[in-house]
């Protein structure tokens, strides 16, 4: 059935095929999402629970392909709670160091929700490399719904870091001495609780992977954006042995209050409203995050 350029056909006249062929307009919506031309069945695509789950299948399978990618991400969180601990352990013999603390137990729940923050790096840098060697723009080919994408990313990475941070602490507590007095009702707490502080602030990251999209800037600012999280923060010191303008910065740092309360939880200490309020400012920092991030997807590439 030829159509011109003006997306008008020449078809046969109805019940009189061999008459002289009438002419009828196609919509352009009538081609988009269907096969074989316009007579062919529509593609609706699954439903968006079902592409994010085949879309974060795809991301984990990626991962568990690439060994060095899962050593990396197993030794580097290890490495920094070897050195760490050896480069701050005497911050425990401070009086603002809470008493009969070991430092170890102090400062695991802060490597717990770091880890969780590098896996989301790391699948940013992932999102960003889609975004330019052309695989987003086959998804967009599909009826894919953006988000989708997007939000099977963050599963992936809540999965993975389910995984990786309890092998954290078991090597912690094989290696290094991990022995919280919260035991292991508080230490899994303390694991959940770092999960979902980690995915909420971990948009921040995704949402920089799609204005950016480049891995080389996404590096750079990934780096930028860590630091200040990281060390600007209740995770090495308590808020009360920093200065004056940095114990500011930490108190308004939205991964302090994950951590205080994930060291409540590992160190059998009241935590109150701590963690809900964590939960909270994850919650809206990750909602804000991810509305940025569907709108820098949705832009052109």
């Not at 717990?112 to 989301?120: D, E, G, K, S, V």
Request: charged content about 15%; proline content about 8%.
């Amino acid at each position: 059935m030829p159509v011109d350029s003006t997306g008008e056909v020449d078809s046969p006249s109805a019940g009189n095929p061999t008459g002289p062929p009438r002419t009828v307009s196609v919509r352009p919506s009538d081609t988009i999402g269907r096969t074989g031309g316009a007579a062919g069945p529509a593609l609706r695509g699954t439903s968006i629970r079902g592409q994010v789950l085949i879309l974060a299948g795809r991301s984990l399978r990626a991962v568990l392909r690439d060994p060095r990618l899962i050593l990396a991400n197993l030794l580097a969180p290890l490495l920094m709670l070897v050195v760490f601990s050896q480069i701050f352990g005497s911050v425990a013999q401070t009086p603002s160091f809470p008493a009969d603390t070991n430092y170890v137990d102090f400062l695991v729940p802060a490597i717990l929700i770091n880890a969780t923050l590098q896996a989301a790096i790391s699948s940013a840098f992932g999102l960003a490399d889609d975004m330019t060697s052309g695989i987003v723009s086959r998804f967009r080919s599909l009826p894919v719904w953006p988000g989708s994408i997007l939000l099977a990313r963050s599963l992936a990475d809540l999965v993975r870091s389910a995984v990786q941070l309890l092998l954290i602490l078991i090597l912690a507590a094989a290696l290094l001495g991990f022995r919280p007095p919260g035991g292991i009702p508080g230490t899994i707490a303390a694991w959940g609780l770092a999960l979902a502080v980690g995915t909420g602030l971990g948009w921040i990251f995704i949402a920089v992977a799609c204005r950016v999209r480049d891995v080389e800037l996404m590096q750079g600012t990934a780096t930028l954006l860590t630091f200040p999280l990281m060390f600007c923060s209740n995770a090495f010191i308590p808020s009360e042995g920093l200065p004056g303008w940095l114990r500011t910065a930490a108190e308004i740092n939205p991964m302090s209050y994950g951590i205080d309360a994930a060291r409540a939880l590992v160190l059998d200490r009241p935590v109150g409203s701590g963690a809900i309020t964590a939960i909270v400012i994850s919650v809206v920092v990750g909602v804000l995050a991810g509305v940025i991030a569907v709108r820098g997807f949705r832009r052109p590439l």
